[in-house]
């Protein structure tokens, strides 16, 4: 008998595995889309005070084939997807990981061909998914973020189809396979890719959900397309700009605001950058990330360009029911983004906001720790409206 996917298919906390920040968030990030127990307690045994991404990526490499010699092929993917995550897109291995952990995660979820298409879409292809339920309440199509594939988010693609609802899933342009395989770069005018999927699916009447800097993507497409009836912003993510220079020292910071509408010493700023990045794993690996989704050639283009995703500017377009999501403690995303955010939806049709706490495990960024929380959360709105 085929499993049926719930929220309780998901772990509640947020555990201390790795004495960085940034590295603890992403080893409950795979730990919350496995819900392994024993995934868990390996990931806890590889922390270490010398520790280097190389090193790093190298404990993931053999525990994922270790998991494959056990059969453990969800916790293979999550190792592989885990190695993959820090390597940098000049390395050749990294693609490898990548078609590794794909393959892995949708054998354990049973996601077969028939199930995954390849959309033309200017001069390369999007990768999309569409699950289907019996006797559907409607149509979730979900967009992805920043640094995700969309493959990593199938268990709980499978809870909504579970729930009655048939789903769409992609990765867009700056996303997965439109990245990897096609080299296209990302776009704040996110109603294109998601014309293009609506068109040759043959749908409307849509819930468009939006996970991470999904949360900015899905209100510019809701801005445009309006085959969107329903907006989720899971979390909200108003401005990338702030988001970005949210983690710079203030100096950095500072020059960077007063310089960057005129494009004024953009040399010292590219310098300040590239010692930052020397000193913080975290922050070389986030801006080499950020210039390879945006297609940026310095870090500098990649903070001047993150301004074109700043949902201010497109707000009082959107006129559809909205549901905002906040983690309390959020460290990407501060919590006065928040109102900001509700400021500027001034034509919507209803808006929702639902602040997640520590004391229910969900303060974090996407509410991680307490996923099912999140999700029962936005099926109990669509219930609502």
Not at 288 to 297: D, E, F, I, K
């Amino acid at each position: 008998m085929k499993k049926r996917w719930t929220t309780k298919d998901f772990p509640i906390g947020i555990y201390q595995l790795n004495h960085d920040q940034s590295v603890n968030f992403q080893m409950n990030r795979f730990f919350n889309w496995s819900n392994d127990k024993v995934l868990l307690e390996q990931m806890k045994a590889l922390d270490k005070i010398n520790q280097t991404y190389p090193s790093l990526i190298n404990d993931f490499k053999k525990l994922g084939e270790k998991s494959v010699e056990e059969g453990q092929i969800l916790r293979a993917a999550m190792y592989f997807r885990a190695a993959e995550f820090y390597l940098p897109e000049t390395d050749p291995s990294k693609q490898q990981l990548r078609k590794k952990f794909i393959s892995l995660n949708n054998k354990f979820y049973d996601i077969d061909e028939k199930q995954h298409f390849l959309i033309p879409y200017h001069d390369g292809k999007l990768s999309a998914y569409r699950l289907t339920s019996k006797n559907s309440r409607g149509t979730i199509l979900f967009i992805n973020g920043f640094d995700g594939y969309i493959e990593e988010l199938t268990r709980m693609m499978l809870v909504y189809q579970d729930a009655g609802y048939d789903v769409i899933y992609f990765d867009g342009p700056g996303q997965g396979y439109a990245l990897e395989e096609n080299k296209m770069p990302m776009t704040s005018e996110w109603e294109e890719p998601v014309k293009g999927i609506l068109d040759y699916f043959n749908v409307d009447d849509i819930t468009a959900i939006g996970m991470s800097l999904g949360g900015n993507l899905v209100l510019h497409a809701a801005a445009f397309e309006k085959r969107i009836k329903r907006t989720v912003c899971f979390d909200v993510l108003p401005s990338l700009f702030n988001c970005i220079t949210r983690q710079l020292p203030e100096t950095i910071k500072n020059q960077i605001s007063s310089s960057i509408a005129k494009n004024e010493n953009v040399e010292s700023i590219n310098a300040a950058l590239n010692r930052l990045m020397e000193k913080s794993l975290m922050l070389q690996w986030a801006i080499q990330q950020g210039m390879h989704v945006l297609g940026a050639s310095t870090p500098y283009d990649f903070i001047k360009q993150s301004l074109d995703y700043d949902s201010s500017k497109i707000s009082e377009l959107v006129d559809q029911d909205i549901l905002l999501l906040a983690g309390q403690d959020d460290h990407y995303v501060a919590l006065d983004q928040l109102p900001l955010q509700i400021s500027t939806l001034s034509n919507a049709h209803s808006v929702t906001a639902r602040i997640f706490t520590a004391k229910e495990s969900a303060s974090n960024h996407c509410q991680l720790g307490n996923i099912g929380l999140a999700i029962s959360t936005i099926l109990n709105w669509l219930d609502q409206i």
